[in-house]
């Protein structure tokens, strides 16, 4: 497992824009896919999107409500993941979680989680 720690998220009006990133400590992320989830009050934890750090393949949750809104990308010298939310609404708020799995088939390593919050 590798540990993952999340920063970035806050308080933004809707229609602003927020950057979250996921940073590993100990180890790099090669040969990991590392995610982006949210849970919102009383939802259930839903997946965003995932990147494959030495492929540098992505992949995205077949949602309408972040299509074209939500992009992940990766920073090789930092080491850290990143998720662009733009255009952002109040029902894009949630707590939002970096995770990695590495060859299995379930994410075993999970961030503290960052809230964010959107007004109206």
């Known amino acids: 497992q590798v540990q993952l720690v999340e920063s970035g998220g806050g308080l933004v009006q809707a229609g602003g824009s927020l950057r979250l990133s996921c940073a590993a400590s100990g180890r790099t992320f090669t040969g990991y896919i590392v995610a982006w989830f949210r849970q919102a009050p009383g939802k259930e934890r839903e997946f965003l999107a995932n990147?494959?750090?030495?492929?540098?393949?992505?992949?995205?949750a077949d949602l309408d409500s972040v299509k074209g809104r939500f992009t992940i990308s990766r920073d090789n010298a930092k080491n850290t993941v990143y998720l662009q939310m733009n255009s952002l609404k109040p029902e894009d708020t949630a707590i939002y979680y970096c995770?990695?799995?590495?060859?299995?088939?379930?994410?075993?390593?999970w961030g503290q989680g960052t809230q964010v919050t959107v007004s109206s």
């Open positions: 995770a990695a799995k590495i060859r299995t088939a379930y994410y075993d390593s």
């Open positions: 990147i494959n750090w030495s492929l540098r393949s992505t992949d995205y």
